[in-house]
């Protein structure tokens, strides 16, 4: 009886579909996400010499809850793309074997302190963050900062006017990561706001490993 009390107490409305879960979105909803997930062979892609994991596909239901996380203000979605990522992520044979020895550093990708006070929270810092709970990697999420506002990549449509609207978006902090790094973050669509994060690491000879990201919009067939 107390249990049954319980768990009427722990249900809250689905993010998508407003229907009572106990998780952040229903199971209804979840099997419909689960349909975007990237078969494990086009997990891990290299783009232009960086290496890509991803969970799943930006289209449908992903985009939707991506789309909510960030301007209906539901952080919780956030969690569960960090969660499904981290999942993926140990699923990887050459992970499963080395994870004792593997020592990652995860850094979010930042959003600049204006745009994360509109917001209310940086939805990679939230990714990043479940996923660490659930690969056991330490998690610096001030490792990177954004020091420059930049453009709407959206708007830009040339590969010259986003690498140069990104150029001096980063510094690093002061807490230097003390294993190679692995960047996270929401979507992964030119690639170039992770470029210029990698470019402003290395200059300052800290390793990076690649990039995990949620959603990877169609790269591979452009
Ligand atoms: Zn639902």
Redesign the pocket.
Known sequence: MLKHLLSVFLEYP??????S?SDA??E??SQKLSSHQLSKSDRFKLHQDLAVFAWGKYDGQLKRAIALMKYNNKPEIGDLLGNLLGQAWLDRDLIKSNRAKLKVTVIPIPLHSKKQKERGFNQAAIIAKSFCQVTGYSLNSQGLIRIRKTKTMFDLRSVAEREKNMQGAFRISDKLPQHPVLLVDDIYTTGTTIKESVRVLQENKIKVIGVAVAAKAGIDSR
């Open positions: 689905c993010a998508f579909c407003q229907r879960t979105i229903c209804y909803c």
